[in-house]
């Protein structure tokens, strides 16, 4: 079973604050995917990572694949009440199963 | 293009009952893969199918069965519900499947068993 850590698991913070949630696995992975999850619905795909050291910026969030394609991390800048969510990172291993995080639950306070 | 839909959203069933759920792709997508959500256990991949054939498989019971018809669409069965079968099941399509190939997920059905 491929375990992928993530923390923090909550994370409470001010609108405008910055803020970063990391993905972590001692497997490797042949890509990483980063999903938002609001309550009751199906997680909405943010962003996919294939390249070791790949860094891709979607607005005020960066998402960074580890060298070694073990882990990866996500930062916001200027956090908004909107970002609110939980936040998954999902690997893909060569079998091409998916492996979700354990999640981190994100509230930005007006 | 219409997203993916799952129906039914809510579902109440008994203990010991059995359940079908149902899930449509994005039109053009031949992956389906299903997953559980539950409070303590995260979201966990159940199984994928792939024109019409189950590819991967995760670890859970014989009781968690699935098809995939020759449109896409995808159904999941649960028989003998226990209470640990509640939880929110969802399902995701993808253009092929795969590590390299975007997952789009549906809202998911909220199953509850008492």
């Known amino acids: 079973t491929q375990l992928l850590e993530q923390s923090p698991q909550f994370l409470s913070i001010q609108e405008g604050e910055n803020l970063t949630v990391y993905c972590n696995s001692s497997?490797?992975?042949?890509?990483l995917q980063w999903y938002r999850q609001e309550p009751g619905e199906g997680p909405v795909l943010l962003v996919t990572?294939?390249?070791?050291?790949e860094v891709k910026k979607l607005k005020r969030l960066t998402f960074q694949f580890g060298d070694a394609r073990k882990d990866s991390s996500l930062h916001i800048t200027a956090a908004q009440p909107g970002d609110t969510g939980l936040y998954l990172c999902?690997?893909?291993?060569?079998?091409?199963?998916?492996?979700f995080g354990t999640g981190t639950s994100l509230t930005v306070i007006p | 293009k219409a997203g993916v839909t799952q129906t039914p959203r809510y579902l109440i069933k008994t203990r010991g009952q059995q359940v079908t759920l149902s899930c449509s792709p994005i039109?053009?997508?031949?992956?389906v893969s299903w997953y559980q959500q539950t409070p303590g256990q995260g979201l966990q991949f159940l199984f994928e199918?792939?024109?019409?054939?189950?590819?991967n498989k995760g670890n859970f019971p014989g009781r968690f069965s699935g098809r995939q018809f020759s449109n896409s669409r995808s159904e999941m069965n649960v028989s003998t519900l226990e209470l640990g079968d509640s939880a929110l099941y969802l399902c995701a399509s993808s253009l092929r499947g795969g590590g390299s190939y975007e997952q789009y997920f549906g809202p998911g059905t909220r199953l509850t068993v008492t």
């Open positions: 039109s053009g997508h031949r992956s």
């Open positions: 199918y792939f024109s019409e054939t189950q590819r």
């Open positions: 497997s490797v992975f042949s890509s």
């Open positions: 990572v294939v390249t070791g050291g």
């Open positions: 999902a690997g893909a291993d060569t079998g091409n199963q998916f492996y």
